[in-house]
Protein backbone atom coordinates (compact mmCIF):
# COMPACT_ATOMS: atom_id res chain seq x y z
CA UNK A 1 0.00 0.00 0.00
CA UNK A 2 1.81 3.28 -0.69
CA UNK A 3 2.47 5.88 1.62
CA UNK A 4 0.55 8.81 1.97
CA UNK A 5 2.62 12.12 2.48
CA UNK A 6 1.21 14.72 5.11
CA UNK A 7 3.14 17.04 7.52
CA UNK A 8 3.04 16.14 11.09
CA UNK A 9 0.43 19.45 11.75
CA UNK A 10 -2.15 17.71 8.70
CA UNK A 11 -1.21 14.69 10.88
CA UNK A 12 -2.40 16.79 14.34
CA UNK A 13 -5.31 17.91 12.67
CA UNK A 14 -6.54 14.34 11.57
CA UNK A 15 -6.19 13.07 14.51
CA UNK A 16 -8.27 15.85 16.82
CA UNK A 17 -11.01 15.00 14.45
CA UNK A 18 -10.40 11.29 14.65
CA UNK A 19 -10.32 11.82 18.28
CA UNK A 20 -13.95 13.21 19.15
CA UNK A 21 -15.20 10.56 16.44
CA UNK A 22 -15.50 7.87 19.18
CA UNK A 23 -15.77 7.72 22.92
CA UNK A 24 -16.20 4.87 25.06
CA UNK A 25 -17.78 5.13 28.52
CA UNK A 26 -17.31 1.51 30.86
CA UNK A 27 -20.09 -0.44 33.28
CA UNK A 28 -20.45 -3.37 34.82
CA UNK A 29 -23.69 -5.48 34.29
CA UNK A 30 -25.48 -7.83 37.13
CA UNK A 31 -26.36 -10.57 35.35
CA UNK A 32 -30.35 -10.32 35.56
CA UNK A 33 -29.69 -6.59 35.03
CA UNK A 34 -28.43 -7.76 31.60
CA UNK A 35 -31.31 -10.48 30.97
CA UNK A 36 -33.68 -7.21 31.57
CA UNK A 37 -32.12 -5.54 29.30
CA UNK A 38 -32.07 -7.63 26.50
CA UNK A 39 -35.37 -8.62 27.22
CA UNK A 40 -37.01 -4.95 26.67
CA UNK A 41 -34.43 -4.86 23.32
CA UNK A 42 -32.30 -1.50 25.20
CA UNK A 43 -29.40 -4.14 23.86
CA UNK A 44 -30.49 -4.96 20.23
CA UNK A 45 -28.54 -6.88 17.50
CA UNK A 46 -28.40 -9.78 19.62
CA UNK A 47 -30.82 -12.53 18.14
CA UNK A 48 -30.19 -14.32 15.38
CA UNK A 49 -31.96 -12.80 12.82
CA UNK A 50 -30.10 -9.22 13.60
CA UNK A 51 -26.73 -10.55 13.69
CA UNK A 52 -25.30 -13.78 13.61
CA UNK A 53 -26.59 -16.91 14.12
CA UNK A 54 -25.76 -19.36 17.43
CA UNK A 55 -21.87 -20.14 16.92
CA UNK A 56 -21.80 -21.44 20.55
CA UNK A 57 -22.81 -25.31 20.62
CA UNK A 58 -24.65 -25.89 24.48
CA UNK A 59 -20.94 -27.51 25.34
CA UNK A 60 -19.45 -24.10 24.85
CA UNK A 61 -22.57 -22.29 26.79
CA UNK A 62 -22.30 -24.02 29.64
CA UNK A 63 -18.79 -24.26 30.35
CA UNK A 64 -19.02 -20.47 30.08
CA UNK A 65 -21.87 -20.36 32.43
CA UNK A 66 -19.06 -22.61 34.87
CA UNK A 67 -16.77 -19.75 34.21
CA UNK A 68 -19.38 -17.27 35.73
CA UNK A 69 -20.08 -19.43 38.46
CA UNK A 70 -16.52 -20.31 39.30
CA UNK A 71 -16.22 -16.37 39.16
CA UNK A 72 -13.50 -16.39 36.83
CA UNK A 73 -12.94 -13.06 34.55
CA UNK A 74 -14.35 -13.33 31.13
CA UNK A 75 -13.51 -10.52 28.12
CA UNK A 76 -16.00 -7.37 28.09
CA UNK A 77 -18.43 -7.52 25.91
CA UNK A 78 -19.14 -4.16 23.19
CA UNK A 79 -21.97 -2.25 22.66
CA UNK A 80 -22.31 0.74 20.36
CA UNK A 81 -25.28 3.62 21.36
CA UNK A 82 -26.83 3.56 17.90
CA UNK A 83 -29.55 5.92 19.78
CA UNK A 84 -29.91 7.86 23.19
CA UNK A 85 -30.33 4.98 25.51
CA UNK A 86 -30.59 1.97 22.79
CA UNK A 87 -27.78 -0.03 22.28
CA UNK A 88 -26.44 -2.69 19.80
CA UNK A 89 -24.00 -5.79 20.82
CA UNK A 90 -21.17 -5.42 18.21
CA UNK A 91 -19.11 -8.35 20.06
CA UNK A 92 -20.53 -10.56 22.72
CA UNK A 93 -23.50 -12.46 21.25
CA UNK A 94 -22.47 -15.91 22.05
CA UNK A 95 -21.81 -15.22 25.39
CA UNK A 96 -24.87 -12.83 25.96
CA UNK A 97 -27.03 -15.49 24.20
CA UNK A 98 -25.73 -18.14 26.57
CA UNK A 99 -26.78 -15.70 29.76
CA UNK A 100 -30.30 -15.34 27.95
CA UNK A 101 -30.93 -18.73 27.20
CA UNK A 102 -29.56 -20.41 30.88
CA UNK A 103 -32.07 -17.87 32.91
CA UNK A 104 -34.66 -18.52 30.86
CA UNK A 105 -34.39 -22.61 31.28
CA UNK A 106 -33.40 -22.75 27.85
CA UNK A 107 -30.01 -24.38 28.34
CA UNK A 108 -29.34 -27.33 30.59
CA UNK A 109 -25.14 -27.38 31.56
CA UNK A 110 -23.38 -29.89 29.60
CA UNK A 111 -19.69 -31.08 28.88
CA UNK A 112 -18.59 -29.34 32.28
CA UNK A 113 -15.17 -30.13 34.61
CA UNK A 114 -15.24 -28.38 37.43
CA UNK A 115 -18.86 -28.20 38.93
CA UNK A 116 -20.05 -31.91 37.44
CA UNK A 117 -22.69 -32.28 39.63
CA UNK A 118 -24.61 -29.45 37.55
CA UNK A 119 -24.47 -31.76 34.71
CA UNK A 120 -28.04 -31.43 32.79
CA UNK A 121 -29.39 -28.84 35.43
CA UNK A 122 -30.88 -25.16 34.14
CA UNK A 123 -31.28 -22.15 36.17
CA UNK A 124 -34.48 -22.82 37.80
CA UNK A 125 -32.36 -26.30 39.44
CA UNK A 126 -29.57 -24.48 40.88
CA UNK A 127 -29.34 -24.76 44.55
CA UNK A 128 -30.97 -21.20 46.11
CA UNK A 129 -27.28 -20.18 46.92
CA UNK A 130 -25.77 -20.78 43.98
CA UNK A 131 -28.71 -18.78 41.69
CA UNK A 132 -28.27 -15.75 44.28
CA UNK A 133 -24.24 -16.09 43.40
CA UNK A 134 -24.61 -16.20 39.92
CA UNK A 135 -26.73 -13.36 40.29
CA UNK A 136 -24.26 -11.26 42.12
CA UNK A 137 -21.70 -11.93 38.94
CA UNK A 138 -20.86 -8.88 36.56
CA UNK A 139 -20.18 -8.56 32.64
CA UNK A 140 -17.76 -5.41 31.73
CA UNK A 141 -19.05 -3.52 29.15
CA UNK A 142 -17.83 -1.17 26.64
CA UNK A 143 -20.32 1.32 25.37
CA UNK A 144 -18.81 3.18 22.04
CA UNK A 145 -20.54 6.24 20.98
CA UNK A 146 -20.41 8.57 18.11
CA UNK A 147 -22.36 12.05 17.20
CA UNK A 148 -25.29 10.88 16.80
CA UNK A 149 -25.16 13.94 13.52
CA UNK A 150 -22.19 12.25 12.44
CA UNK A 151 -21.84 11.19 8.52
CA UNK A 152 -19.07 8.69 9.49
CA UNK A 153 -21.44 6.57 11.55
CA UNK A 154 -21.61 3.72 9.06
CA UNK A 155 -17.77 3.40 8.20
CA UNK A 156 -17.08 3.73 11.78
CA UNK A 157 -19.28 1.09 12.64
CA UNK A 158 -18.12 -0.89 10.13
CA UNK A 159 -14.23 -0.49 11.45
CA UNK A 160 -15.05 -1.00 14.60
CA UNK A 161 -16.98 -4.86 13.40
CA UNK A 162 -14.45 -5.91 12.07
CA UNK A 163 -11.40 -4.77 14.11
CA UNK A 164 -13.12 -6.55 17.27
CA UNK A 165 -13.76 -9.44 14.78
CA UNK A 166 -10.08 -9.98 14.19
CA UNK A 167 -9.61 -12.79 16.52
CA UNK A 168 -12.55 -15.56 17.92
CA UNK A 169 -14.85 -16.50 14.66
CA UNK A 170 -14.55 -13.90 12.59
CA UNK A 171 -18.19 -12.43 11.29
CA UNK A 172 -18.33 -13.61 7.76
CA UNK A 173 -19.59 -10.71 5.25
CA UNK A 174 -23.41 -11.75 5.74
CA UNK A 175 -23.11 -11.65 9.54
CA UNK A 176 -21.43 -8.48 9.33
CA UNK A 177 -24.02 -6.80 6.73
CA UNK A 178 -27.00 -7.88 8.96
CA UNK A 179 -24.70 -5.74 11.77
CA UNK A 180 -24.49 -2.87 9.40
CA UNK A 181 -27.88 -3.03 7.64
CA UNK A 182 -29.97 -3.73 10.64
CA UNK A 183 -33.62 -3.28 8.37
CA UNK A 184 -36.85 -4.33 7.28
CA UNK A 185 -34.87 -5.72 4.43
CA UNK A 186 -32.71 -7.24 6.54
CA UNK A 187 -35.32 -9.16 8.25
CA UNK A 188 -37.06 -10.20 5.24
CA UNK A 189 -34.19 -11.88 4.22
CA UNK A 190 -34.11 -14.23 7.23
CA UNK A 191 -37.84 -14.88 6.67
CA UNK A 192 -37.66 -15.87 3.16
CA UNK A 193 -34.63 -18.16 4.43
CA UNK A 194 -37.01 -19.87 5.96
CA UNK A 195 -39.56 -20.67 3.01
CA UNK A 196 -39.91 -24.61 3.39
CA UNK A 197 -39.84 -24.91 -0.47
CA UNK A 198 -36.03 -22.89 -0.20
CA UNK A 199 -35.12 -25.25 2.55
CA UNK A 200 -35.66 -28.51 0.53
CA UNK A 201 -34.18 -26.81 -2.71
CA UNK A 202 -30.85 -25.91 -0.59
CA UNK A 203 -31.32 -29.29 1.55
CA UNK A 204 -31.70 -27.00 4.92
CA UNK A 205 -33.79 -28.66 7.57
CA UNK A 206 -37.04 -26.50 7.30
CA UNK A 207 -37.49 -23.67 10.07
CA UNK A 208 -41.60 -24.40 10.15
CA UNK A 209 -40.12 -27.77 11.72
CA UNK A 210 -37.02 -26.56 13.50
CA UNK A 211 -37.31 -23.28 14.52
CA UNK A 212 -40.32 -23.57 17.39
CA UNK A 213 -40.57 -20.65 19.83
CA UNK A 214 -37.03 -19.01 19.42
CA UNK A 215 -35.60 -22.53 19.85
CA UNK A 216 -33.12 -24.07 17.27
CA UNK A 217 -33.02 -27.48 16.89
CA UNK A 218 -28.99 -29.07 16.89
CA UNK A 219 -30.08 -30.34 13.26
CA UNK A 220 -30.65 -26.83 12.00
CA UNK A 221 -28.76 -24.57 14.42
CA UNK A 222 -25.43 -27.38 12.57
CA UNK A 223 -26.61 -26.69 9.30
CA UNK A 224 -23.82 -25.24 7.28
CA UNK A 225 -25.78 -22.69 5.24
CA UNK A 226 -27.82 -21.75 8.57
CA UNK A 227 -25.09 -21.61 10.84
CA UNK A 228 -23.31 -18.79 9.33
CA UNK A 229 -26.50 -16.86 7.60
CA UNK A 230 -25.68 -18.16 4.05
CA UNK A 231 -29.28 -19.11 3.47
CA UNK A 232 -30.02 -15.36 4.06
CA UNK A 233 -27.35 -14.23 1.63
CA UNK A 234 -28.32 -16.70 -1.17
CA UNK A 235 -31.96 -14.77 -0.42
CA UNK A 236 -30.01 -11.37 -0.76
CA UNK A 237 -28.42 -12.47 -4.20
CA UNK A 238 -31.39 -12.72 -6.13
CA UNK A 239 -32.47 -9.58 -5.13
CA UNK A 240 -28.89 -8.36 -6.24
CA UNK A 241 -28.51 -9.87 -9.27
CA UNK A 242 -31.74 -9.72 -10.71
CA UNK A 243 -30.82 -5.92 -11.69
CA UNK A 244 -28.57 -5.96 -14.39
CA UNK A 245 -27.28 -2.57 -13.86
CA UNK A 246 -26.34 -3.11 -10.25
CA UNK A 247 -24.28 -5.61 -10.95
CA UNK A 248 -20.65 -3.71 -11.41
CA UNK A 249 -18.12 -4.53 -9.11
CA UNK A 250 -17.18 -7.39 -6.62
CA UNK A 251 -19.60 -9.69 -5.98
CA UNK A 252 -19.41 -8.12 -2.23
CA UNK A 253 -19.63 -4.99 -2.93
CA UNK A 254 -22.94 -5.90 -5.38
CA UNK A 255 -24.79 -7.22 -1.93
CA UNK A 256 -23.30 -4.52 0.26
CA UNK A 257 -24.96 -2.23 -2.04
CA UNK A 258 -28.63 -4.31 -2.43
CA UNK A 259 -28.77 -4.18 1.78
CA UNK A 260 -27.74 -0.39 1.43
CA UNK A 261 -30.04 0.59 -1.22
CA UNK A 262 -33.05 -1.44 -0.05
CA UNK A 263 -33.00 -0.90 3.83
CA UNK A 264 -35.59 1.96 3.26
CA UNK A 265 -37.88 -0.01 1.72
CA UNK A 266 -41.79 0.40 2.17
CA UNK A 267 -43.69 -1.69 3.47
CA UNK A 268 -45.73 -1.88 0.30
CA UNK A 269 -42.20 -2.49 -1.49
CA UNK A 270 -41.10 -5.25 1.03
CA UNK A 271 -44.52 -7.32 0.12
CA UNK A 272 -43.59 -6.68 -3.21
CA UNK A 273 -40.05 -8.62 -2.98
CA UNK A 274 -41.69 -11.21 -0.80
CA UNK A 275 -44.24 -12.32 -3.01
CA UNK A 276 -41.31 -11.93 -5.81
CA UNK A 277 -38.90 -14.07 -4.31
CA UNK A 278 -41.61 -16.71 -3.28
CA UNK A 279 -43.58 -17.50 -6.66
CA UNK A 280 -39.60 -17.47 -8.22
CA UNK A 281 -38.76 -20.31 -5.60
CA UNK A 282 -41.80 -22.33 -6.24
CA UNK A 283 -41.18 -21.97 -10.32
CA UNK A 284 -38.02 -23.27 -10.14
CA UNK A 285 -39.25 -26.03 -7.94
CA UNK A 286 -42.28 -26.62 -10.61
CA UNK A 287 -39.62 -26.52 -13.29
CA UNK A 288 -36.93 -28.76 -11.82
CA UNK A 289 -37.89 -30.53 -8.77
CA UNK A 290 -35.35 -30.70 -5.95
CA UNK A 291 -32.92 -30.30 -7.73
CA UNK A 292 -33.72 -27.39 -9.23
CA UNK A 293 -30.62 -25.35 -7.85
CA UNK A 294 -28.35 -28.38 -8.41
CA UNK A 295 -25.61 -28.14 -10.82
CA UNK A 296 -26.89 -31.16 -13.61
CA UNK A 297 -24.42 -34.21 -13.70
CA UNK A 298 -24.29 -37.33 -15.16
CA UNK A 299 -25.43 -38.75 -12.42
CA UNK A 300 -27.99 -36.82 -10.76
CA UNK A 301 -27.83 -38.46 -7.26
CA UNK A 302 -24.35 -36.89 -6.93
CA UNK A 303 -25.46 -33.48 -7.90
CA UNK A 304 -24.74 -30.63 -5.04
CA UNK A 305 -26.46 -27.05 -4.75
CA UNK A 306 -24.03 -24.68 -6.78
CA UNK A 307 -24.53 -20.89 -5.80
CA UNK A 308 -23.62 -20.04 -9.16
CA UNK A 309 -26.20 -22.23 -10.58
CA UNK A 310 -28.86 -21.31 -7.97
CA UNK A 311 -28.11 -17.29 -9.30
CA UNK A 312 -28.99 -18.10 -12.92
CA UNK A 313 -31.74 -20.24 -12.24
CA UNK A 314 -34.03 -17.53 -10.08
CA UNK A 315 -32.96 -14.78 -11.87
CA UNK A 316 -34.00 -16.82 -15.57
CA UNK A 317 -36.99 -17.68 -13.45
CA UNK A 318 -37.74 -13.99 -12.53
CA UNK A 319 -36.58 -12.76 -16.23
CA UNK A 320 -39.17 -15.23 -17.73
CA UNK A 321 -41.61 -15.35 -15.36
CA UNK A 322 -44.67 -14.05 -17.87
CA UNK A 323 -43.80 -16.86 -19.56
CA UNK A 324 -44.03 -19.50 -16.76
CA UNK A 325 -46.87 -21.77 -18.13
CA UNK A 326 -45.18 -22.14 -21.52
CA UNK A 327 -42.08 -23.04 -19.99
CA UNK A 328 -43.87 -25.41 -17.25
CA UNK A 329 -45.49 -27.49 -20.81
CA UNK A 330 -41.95 -27.72 -22.03
CA UNK A 331 -40.22 -28.61 -18.62
CA UNK A 332 -38.79 -32.53 -19.55
CA UNK A 333 -37.62 -30.32 -22.42
CA UNK A 334 -35.89 -27.61 -20.47
CA UNK A 335 -34.81 -30.29 -18.07
CA UNK A 336 -32.83 -32.11 -21.21
CA UNK A 337 -31.32 -28.72 -22.74
CA UNK A 338 -29.64 -27.48 -19.67
CA UNK A 339 -28.45 -30.71 -18.69
CA UNK A 340 -27.04 -31.46 -21.95
CA UNK A 341 -25.52 -27.72 -22.42
CA UNK A 342 -24.03 -27.75 -18.64
CA UNK A 343 -22.25 -31.22 -19.29
CA UNK A 344 -20.15 -29.07 -22.02
CA UNK A 345 -16.65 -28.31 -20.35
CA UNK A 346 -17.09 -24.85 -21.51
CA UNK A 347 -20.70 -24.15 -20.28
CA UNK A 348 -20.06 -25.17 -17.00
CA UNK A 349 -16.73 -23.60 -16.74
CA UNK A 350 -18.71 -20.28 -17.99
CA UNK A 351 -21.51 -21.35 -14.65
CA UNK A 352 -19.50 -22.31 -12.10
CA UNK A 353 -15.97 -21.18 -13.09
CA UNK A 354 -13.62 -19.46 -10.84
CA UNK A 355 -14.37 -15.99 -12.60
CA UNK A 356 -16.69 -14.28 -10.41
CA UNK A 357 -16.47 -10.74 -11.74
CA UNK A 358 -19.37 -8.71 -12.80
CA UNK A 359 -19.14 -9.19 -16.32
CA UNK A 360 -18.57 -13.36 -15.69
CA UNK A 361 -22.17 -13.34 -13.43
CA UNK A 362 -23.55 -11.24 -16.32
CA UNK A 363 -22.64 -13.68 -19.03
CA UNK A 364 -23.81 -16.74 -16.85
CA UNK A 365 -27.49 -15.51 -15.95
CA UNK A 366 -27.80 -14.25 -19.75
CA UNK A 367 -26.51 -17.87 -20.98
CA UNK A 368 -29.05 -20.18 -18.51
CA UNK A 369 -31.69 -17.66 -19.84
CA UNK A 370 -30.94 -18.37 -23.33
CA UNK A 371 -31.33 -21.96 -22.40
CA UNK A 372 -34.93 -21.57 -20.59
CA UNK A 373 -35.82 -19.40 -24.05
CA UNK A 374 -34.96 -22.03 -26.04
CA UNK A 375 -37.38 -24.20 -25.13
CA UNK A 376 -40.47 -21.85 -25.95
Known sequence: ???VKKSNREIEER????DREISQERSDFLLPQIVDFISKEQWINLRPEYQRRQVWDKSKQSKFIESLLMNLP???????????NRYEVMDGQQRLSSILAFYQNRLKLTGLEHWRELQGKQYSDLPPKLQRGLDRRRISAVVLQTPLASTRNAELRQIVFERLNTGGQRLNAQELRNCLYSSSFATLL???????TFNDLCDIPRYADHFVG??????????TLFKRMIDCELVLRFFAFRNVRAIKG???SILDKSMEINASLTDDELMQFREDFNLRVDLAFQLFGTNAFKLPTLDDKKASLSEPYYDAVMVACDRLFDRRHAL???????RDELKKQLLKPENRELVVGKAN???AIKKRLDFVEKCFSSVL
Do not use: R
Open 214 to 223: GNVSSELAEN
Open 357 to 359: TAD
Open 1 to 3: MAT
Open 74 to 84: VPPIFLFESEY
Open 15 to 18: YELD
Open 328 to 334: LKEKIKL
Open 190 to 196: VELAGNP
Open 250 to 252: SVK
